[in-house]
């Protein structure tokens, strides 16, 4: 699977989120406590979250077509934003729980059966966010880093949990355990509010990030030096696309042929400095004051 598709990961993430499922909710049935039972729930998104992203990598494999002639790979960004929404709703059940818990009290039963069945889930849930994030960023799919980043949440707010309850066990205090449930409850809180943050960017056609504007900078110099000009460079992220447009200047005398030769050249070394780009070029002589007009942008990229 280190080679797999980004498809073949989302289905690693559903196995985890089910065998995870079985334990933190056989845990919280042998303790009965809420901060256990915020653990469980959390599990519920990680599953309903990995089933959307199936989904979603399915949907945005598919080649374009006359409806979608760039593509369908924002659809990896419906994944996000359900697995944002659904942890919001997670978080707002397990405070609800831990507030009516925090009123009224309750003993929480086999503390120490139930905090090794959670750390084996914790364990679980940590080894799949590794292998999820290294996918996500190698395959550049906001679906499986999102997921990635969740499963690390989940590891946390379990650890987190452990703790509580492992302070119960020594103090007594049975307030501890609903306390710790409404901090993990803020922590996924956190969590929802940054997925939901990355997947509006994606919608907004945000540009690609720094490291892949200097790729493109890189690139050009050269072309530059022998003369060459560029400007109206625009950039954006789909999903795990890229897309990169720009116009080329060059001298008025040229022949098209060999302007055709070089926005190709200069198409090809994007595109291979950066995978899975789409480069879109446009020839303008260099002399005409009009070609630095081009759609309101009159400055060099």
């Excluded at 598709?5 to 933190?24: E, G």
């Excluded at 003993?107 to 090794?116: A, C, D, M, S, T």
Aim: proline share 4%; net charge negative.
């Amino acid at each position: 699977m280190l080679n797999g598709s980004a498809r073949s990961y989302a289905f690693l993430s559903i196995a985890a989120a089910l065998i995870t499922m079985a334990l933190k909710f056989t845990a919280y049935r042998l303790t009965g406590s809420v901060g256990l039972f915020s653990d469980a729930a959390e599990s519920v998104v990680n599953l309903v979250a990995a089933l959307a992203a199936v989904w979603a990598l399915t949907f945005a494999a598919q080649p374009p077509d006359a409806e979608h002639t760039f593509g369908h790979s924002k659809a990896e960004y419906f994944s996000s934003a359900l697995e944002g929404a659904l942890i919001l709703v997670a978080a707002a059940s397990i405070a609800v729980a831990a507030w009516g818990r925090l009123t009224h009290p309750q003993p929480v039963e086999q503390i120490g059966l139930g905090l090794g069945i959670s750390l084996v889930a914790a364990a679980v849930n940590g080894g799949v966010a590794q292998v999820l994030l290294k996918a996500g960023k190698r395959l550049r799919s906001i679906s499986l880093r999102a997921d990635a980043h969740h499963l690390l949440t989940d590891v946390w707010t379990s650890l987190g949990v452990v703790l509580g309850l492992g302070l119960v066990q020594i103090t007594g205090w049975l307030v501890l355990d609903p306390l710790v449930a409404l901090l993990v409850a803020a922590n996924i809180v956190w969590t929802g509010i940054r997925l939901l943050r990355e997947t509006s960017l994606g919608l907004l056609d945000t540009s690609l990030p720094a490291v892949d504007q200097q790729t493109i900078t890189t690139i050009l110099a050269p072309y530059r030096e022998q003369g060459i000009d560029f400007h109206a460079l625009r950039t954006r992220t789909a999903g795990s696309r890229r897309f990169v447009e720009l116009h080329v200047l060059v001298p008025g005398n040229w022949s098209v042929q060999r302007g055709h030769d070089l926005c190709e050249e200069i198409e090809l070394s994007l595109e291979q400095a950066l995978p899975g780009s789409s480069v879109m070029t446009h020839m303008e002589p260099l002399e005409d004051p009009v070609s630095w007009n081009d759609q309101g942008l009159d400055r060099r990229s």
